[in-house]
């Protein structure tokens, strides 16, 4: 045989040995058929690769930018794994509680009652947050890369202070008519005015 026709014979050969070493390549993608754990990043992020527990990834930010992101101890997602603008994100811990502050914070861990997380601040930074969960059973929200949660509306908010939620009550120290503070508390569940009567929380 000649110099031509082992040339020819062997580029099939050839071509399958580049194929082959760019298998890997392929395999680490986000796609439905790689080998990454679940979540809708992988709809919005490229060139997935786990190690060591730890997840990396190339993800678009809301402007349309690829950043590099890494989650770290990702088997210990409870939720699917998000893209965050950008970053790789997901809950641990105990249950999450609902809230507007999933959509600007990330790293979310729910231990002993408190509720952690990474939130964005206006700015565009990142801020470490917690909130003590007992003291809250409503709507948790970032303020500027806070946790903060809101409080039953009601004219009481004129009058009291140190309000907080916990087990479904009402709690605050509220003004009485000659102007001292009475501790006082409530079923936050109320389809009418939450208001101060003489330093006692009523429904009315």
């Not at 470490?128 to 409080?151: K, V, W």
Request: proline share 4%; aromatic share 6%; charged share 15%.
């Amino acid at each position: 045989m000649d110099v031509l026709g082992r040339v020819s014979t062997s580029l099939p050969a050839a071509l399958l040995a580049v194929m082959t070493i760019q298998a890997p390549a392929s395999a680490a993608d986000c796609g439905p058929n790689a080998n990454v754990p679940a979540g809708s990043y992988r709809q919005t992020c490229t060139a997935c690769s786990v190690g060591g527990g730890n997840l990396t990834a190339w993800c678009k930010t809301m402007r349309n930018q690829d950043q590099q992101t890494t989650l770290y101890n990702f088997p210990a997602c409870r939720s699917g794994i998000e893209n965050l603008d950008g970053f790789l994100t997901c809950s641990k811990g105990d249950p999450a509680p609902n809230g507007t502050y999933k959509a600007s914070c990330r790293n979310i861990n729910v231990e002993k009652g408190t509720l952690y997380a990474s939130c964005r601040t206006v700015n565009g930074g990142w801020k470490e947050a917690n909130l003590q969960l007992g003291y809250c059973n409503y709507q948790i929200y970032n303020t500027d890369g806070a946790l903060a949660c809101t409080l039953p509306y009601g004219t009481y908010q004129r009058s009291c202070r140190n309000a907080h939620v916990m087990n479904g009550q009402l709690s605050a120290e509220c003004k009485t008519a000659s102007g001292g503070w009475l501790t006082t508390s409530v079923s936050a569940v109320c389809n009418r005015d939450l208001s101060n009567n003489d330093g006692r929380l009523t429904c009315n």
